[in-house]
């Protein structure tokens, strides 16, 4: 395995994730790990990741006394190519601006395996504030850029190396080969690992740390939600108790399949509980829609917390938190605007006094996708597009009742059941109808109609910051246009959202 120090880069992660696409086990451990520990012959290479900090801090993180007397291969990345810099006693300077962004790579003649596959110049991502000005004895320069003149280092005889640049972002092209050739060819990892791995390893985990103890997780019928009630579920049994509000801003049936998967097929305990009434009650004529947001986000808890109690005492609440978000939140802290309050389960284990349970913390979306093909969840639930907590409150535009829900309802199923029928549903990252406060004038049969607007919205993207819309075929567009007219009492015309993100957003409010 290899082994990832951790000086505190929020790109960690995404190295152990670069590391498990090629079959390979990795670890995240503290950057301070002895070096007796780091020893352990089944690590066969170590990573030394980048962080926030700068080596002239006073309290900068180091390298536990002894790290270099190790003789196993050394990759450092950013802080950790300086770091390496700094102990060997070459130069870094701290620089006045960052360097953020793309740059180019030139590589020296070089045939160090590190490289191999490599062009002479290679478009690399950049993030770093100080940089190496001269590399310490013993180290050949065999990279630079214009902005870092030793972008790349390696020692002469002994397998350290480093680079000023990322290559676990996508946007370093070449990124993976360099991994792969420290990984694979330099460092002889065995390619055994496997998902199942993940998985054992984390119902292990999970049982260690709940015992006999209770666990309460909200289900919200996605992804994340259910792959992470599966996983527990295998882990601890009936320990388990899932609860499931139905705000009745839900799509079509979707109370029943969460029941029918979770209860039915899995057995598990599912608390699903119809708040619909009191939802819609507090919702009656609200028409703003970060009025709509909150008083759903309350409410939620509300329900979720009076439930919840009468359970018996769980000691800790499980989310099925991926690491984006992690990334996400982390990011977000700072005087970032709120665009819209997002409203998911966070806030509740403070409030509750539970401990967090959050096994799928490291993985990406699709590697949650796998996890959940693994656990034997549904094609439909582990395929499923992302659907935003207060539901289809922030698709009917203007106040909700009972009727609008079902005429959102009906066209939203019939569009996503056209989608999977032409087999186009995993070419779009999210599609949904929204129901418009308009009436428009139309004909049908003999008879003049007055009724409402549906817009359907498509997009496509890969971390739903910026989206671009979908460009769905005509054909299908017009068939999914004459269903709905024609079997939604209540709609008489569809439009079709060609906004990209920015300057829209995904969803209407
Ligand atoms: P926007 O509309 O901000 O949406 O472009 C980006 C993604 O977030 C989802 N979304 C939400 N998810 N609670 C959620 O859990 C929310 O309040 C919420 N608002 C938007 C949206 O569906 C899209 O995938």
Redesign the pocket.
Known sequence: KIAILDFGSQYTKLIARRIRELSVYSEIVPFNTKPEALADPAIKGIILSGGPRSVFDTDAPALSPGFWELDKPILGICYGLQLMCHDFEGKVISADDREYGPATLNLAKTDHPLFAGFDEETRVWMSHGDRLELPPEGFDVVGTSENAPVTAMVHRDRPLMGIQFHPEVSHSVNGDRLLRNFVLDMCRCPQDWRMEDYIDATVAEIRERVGDEHVLLGLSGGVDSSVAAALIHKAIGDQLTCVFVDHGMMRKDEREQVEQTFRDRFGIHLVAVDASELFLGRLHEVEDPERK?KIIGRTFIEVFESESAKLPAPKFLAQGTLYPDVIESAVAVGPAQT??????VGGLPEKMNMELLEPLRELFKDEVRRVGRLLDLPEVMVERH?????GLA?RILGAIDRESIRILQEADAIFIEHLHTKGLYNDVS?AFAVLLPVRSVGIMGDGRTYEQVCALRAVSTND?MT?DWTRLPYDFLAEVSSRIVNEVKGINRVVFDVTS?PPG???WE
């Open positions: 947001r665009i819209k309050s997002h409203h998911n992302p659907f935003p907590g207060p922030v999210q739903f989206a993100k957003t995904i969803e």
